[in-house]
């Protein structure tokens, strides 16, 4: 993910309680790829991207309103 990315699942993230520090590969590198780690300090960290993306799935199982795709009408707008 890059930055703008890594911004929203940070927000994300805390709004659902989830543990993570969403930072970059290389902490000299702010344009580079970001992930999710355990720990903020690079020289001790793990990633976590993946732990943190299925906490994020299991707060929205299947089944459940807003979990996945539905079916609907799209109805355009008048024209004059």
Do not use: C, H
């Not at 929203?8 to 992930?35: F, K």
Request: hydrophobic share 35%.
């Amino acid at each position: 993910m890059d930055a703008d990315e890594a911004r929203q699942v940070d927000a994300m993230l805390r709004q659902l309680g989830i543990p993570g520090v969403v930072a970059p590969e290389d902490p000299e590198n702010t344009a580079g790829p970001w992930r999710v780690y355990d720990t903020a300090d690079p020289a001790t960290r793990r990633d976590v991207t993946a732990d943190a993306l299925a906490s994020v799935a299991a707060k929205f199982p299947k089944g459940q309103p807003g979990s996945g795709p539905t079916r609907g009408f799209v109805i355009p707008p008048k024209d004059g």
